[in-house]
């Protein structure tokens, strides 16, 4: 891949043309690495490392293709203010042509349209932290593989069953029992709050639609506040229920 079409994959529209994403750091990068070790195409991922950086991207050459850089240049892979001089290009995960089959001990959360980069890197790195859940994502999501998200997730979003671009009017094919936040609905600290098959966040602003909702038959529970606000940010509340359904 030129490197001048690694610079572009900050935007969206080229990550889905060329099939990659951009990692930056070195947390970020040993995270990969961890992740990588059984990827049979992991030397598909190329490290960019100015010569600053060399002796500590040379660690990790065994692994990744190791393409040395100008500081100029990678001034412009970087997304941060202060370029941290390790940059990995990374192929998107391919995605599966029939839907992802759940594992008997896996839990599924659905977001419906989240728009914030730092909510959605959370709650992966929340969802990681617990363990036992697979992410989907409805279309118009903000991109999983922005370098915001990547960075929010700590790494995270390379340990986490994910899907993309899944529609809300398909998960009856796939699940029976749903699950979703209400202010009026039974408190997440009950047994039953266990029992579903996949649990249901919204958009920041507008939540899940309610017609959909009601399509799906599904069921209202509430995390028990104080009662002096009527909203939890979402990337607390996918947290709480997620900490809810492992104990």
Not at 72 to 79: E, F, R
Not at 149 to 162: E, Q, T, Y
Not at 233 to 247: D, F, H, K, P
Request: aromatic share 8%; proline share 5%.
């Amino acid at each position: 891949m030129k490197l001048d079409d690694v610079k572009k994959l900050h935007q969206k529209k080229y990550r889905a043309e060329f099939g990659h994403y951009l990692v930056e750091g070195e947390h970020l990068i040993m995270e990969l690495q961890k992740a990588c070790k059984d990827v049979a195409d992991e030397r598909r991922i190329t490290l960019y490392a100015t010569q600053s950086r060399l002796d500590w991207a040379q660690t990790l050459s065994a692994d990744f293709q190791l393409e040395v850089v100008s500081d100029k240049h990678m001034a412009k892979l970087s997304d941060t203010k202060t370029p941290q001089g390790v940059v990995a290009c990374v192929p998107l995960p391919t995605p599966d042509k029939k839907p992802n089959a759940v594992t008997p001990n896996e839990r599924c959360i659905y977001l419906y349209e989240v728009q914030d980069p730092g909510n959605l890197g959370t709650i992966i790195r929340n969802l990681v932290w617990f363990g036992g859940f697979r992410l989907l994502l409805s279309p118009n999501s903000v991109d999983p593989f922005n370098s915001k998200v990547v960075r929010a997730s700590m790494g995270a979003i390379f340990h986490l069953p994910l899907e993309t671009d899944v529609p809300l009017e398909a998960l009856s094919q796939r699940f029976q029992k749903f699950a979703f936040l209400d202010l009026q609905g039974t408190k997440i600290n009950q047994p039953e709050f266990s029992h579903y098959d996949c649990y249901l966040f919204g958009n920041e602003a507008r939540g899940v639609p309610l017609q959909d909702l009601n399509s799906l038959n599904a069921d209202a529970f509430t995390i028990a506040g104080s009662g002096r606000i009527d909203s939890l940010n979402l990337a607390n509340s996918v947290g709480i229920c997620a900490y809810q359904l492992s104990v």
